[in-house]
C-alpha cells in the first residue's frame, strides 16, 4: 500500500522529492503516513477533502483484496 499512496502523491504535488510515505503494522490494522511539502498540503487535500477521500477509497478497495484494513493519514 506504500507505493501506491506514493505514486498517487507524486502525481498530485510540485516538489514530488520531498513526497515520504512510512507505513506501521499492527496485526491486521496497517497505518500508511503520507509526508508532503506545506505547500503541496492542499493539493493532497483538495477542495472539503475530496482528493484526501479518494486516496483513501482507492486504498481501501486495494487492501480489501488482501483482507486488510489500511488508514491513511496525511501529515
Do not use: C, W, Y
Not at 504535488?13 to 496485526?27: A, L, R, Y
Request: glycine share 6%; aromatic share 2%.
Amino acid at each position: 500500500m506504500k507505493e501506491l499512496v506514493e505514486v498517487i502523491a507524486k502525481a498530485l504535488v510540485d516538489n514530488p522529492d520531498e513526497v515520504f510515505v512510512t507505513e506501521k503494522e499492527d496485526g491486521r490494522n496497517t497505518v500508511v503516513e503520507l509526508h508532503v511539502a506545506a505547500s503541496d498540503m492542499g493539493k493532497v487535500i483538495g477542495k472539503q477533502g475530496r482528493i484526501a477521500k479518494a486516496i483513501r477509497s482507492v486504498v481501501k478497495a486495494a487492501s480489501s483484496k488482501e483482507n486488510k484494513r489500511v488508514d491513511v493519514e496525511i501529515i
